[in-house]
C-alpha cells in the first residue's frame, strides 16, 4: 500500500514570496490533516479536512495561509505572503480511524 | 488545553542497555495515546496506541504502557538502529497534540 506523497520535499523561497505544497494521501482515507513541525518541537496541527469540509483550522494563520482538498483526495497548502518564522517542515497525515499516517514533508526555508 | 512533555529531551544509551522514555499529559477526554518514531529528514512513523490506564503494546524491543497521567516508551537491550526521536501525542475531543520528543542515541 502507498504512503503519504508530498510536494516538494524541499522550497527555498524568500520572504513575501508565495509558496505551494501538495499532498496525495493514502488511497481511502477520508481524514487529511497539515502539520507544521519548527526544528526541535512536535508536529503543530494546522487543518484537517474530513472529505471536502474543513473539520479544525483554529490553528491555521488565515491571514496568510489557505488550503483546500478538491474532490476529497489530494490537497494543497499554500502561504502568501510567507515570513521568516514560517520556515518549518510541513507534514501532511491521513487516517481512517485514530491513527494517522504521516508523509515525509516539506522543509521550507524562508530567507 | 491538551498538553503533553516529554522527557528526557535527549537521551544517550550503549547499546543493549535499557530505558524508560517517559510522556507526561493533561486532555480533556482521552481519545488515545500515541507513539511515534522520526528519523531525520522523515515524517513521524506510527508505533503503539493506548486507550486506557493498565494497557500495554510491544513491538520488537519497544513496549509502551499507560497509567491516567503518563505513558512510559520501555526500550530493552537498544540498537544503534533504535537511534531516532520519539513522539507522544494525546488524542482529546478534537486532534491530536504532541510533545516535543525525546532524541534517543544508542552508541554499538
Known amino acids: 500500500e502507498a504512503g503519504v506523497a508530498q510536494s516538494p520535499r524541499y522550497k527555498i523561497i524568500e520572504k513575501r514570496q508565495s509558496v505551494a505544497f501538495w499532498c496525495n494521501p493514502i488511497?481511502?482515507?477520508?481524514?487529511l490533516y497539515w502539520y507544521q513541525q519548527i526544528l526541535g518541537q512536535g508536529p503543530k496541527l494546522l487543518i484537517q479536512?474530513?472529505?471536502?469540509?474543513?473539520?479544525?483550522d483554529s490553528q491555521l494563520p488565515k491571514d496568510r495561509f489557505s488550503a483546500e482538498r478538491l474532490k476529497g483526495v489530494d490537497s494543497t497548502l499554500k502561504i502568501q505572503p510567507a515570513k521568516l518564522e514560517d520556515s518549518a517542515v510541513y507534514l501532511c497525515?491521513?487516517?481512517?480511524?485514530?491513527?494517522?499516517?504521516f508523509g515525509p514533508g516539506t522543509r521550507l526555508t524562508v530567507t | 488545553e491538551d498538553q503533553v512533555t516529554q522527557s528526557p529531551e535527549a537521551l544517550r544509551l550503549q547499546e543493549g542497555e535499557s530505558s524508560s522514555l517517559n510522556c507526561s499529559y493533561t486532555?480533556?477526554?482521552?481519545?488515545?495515546l500515541f507513539w511515534y518514531r522520526q528519523d531525520p529528514g522523515k515524517g513521524p512513523e506510527f508505533l503503539f496506541t493506548?486507550?486506557?490506564a493498565g494497557e500495554e503494546k510491544e513491538k520488537e524491543r519497544l513496549k509502551a504502557t499507560l497509567t491516567k497521567k503518563e505513558s512510559f516508551l520501555h526500550i530493552t537491550a537498544p540498537k544503534p538502529e533504535d537511534s531516532a526521536t520519539y513522539l507522544c501525542?494525546?488524542?482529546?475531543?478534537?486532534?491530536?497534540?504532541f510533545g516535543k520528543g525525546t532524541m534517543l542515541l544508542v552508541s554499538p
Open positions: 493506548l486507550y486506557s
Open positions: 501525542a494525546v488524542g482529546g475531543y478534537s486532534t491530536l497534540t
Open positions: 479536512f474530513q472529505n471536502n469540509g474543513v473539520v479544525d
Open positions: 488511497s481511502g482515507h477520508a481524514t
Open positions: 486532555v480533556s477526554g482521552l481519545r488515545g
Open positions: 497525515a491521513s487516517s481512517t480511524g485514530n491513527e494517522q499516517y
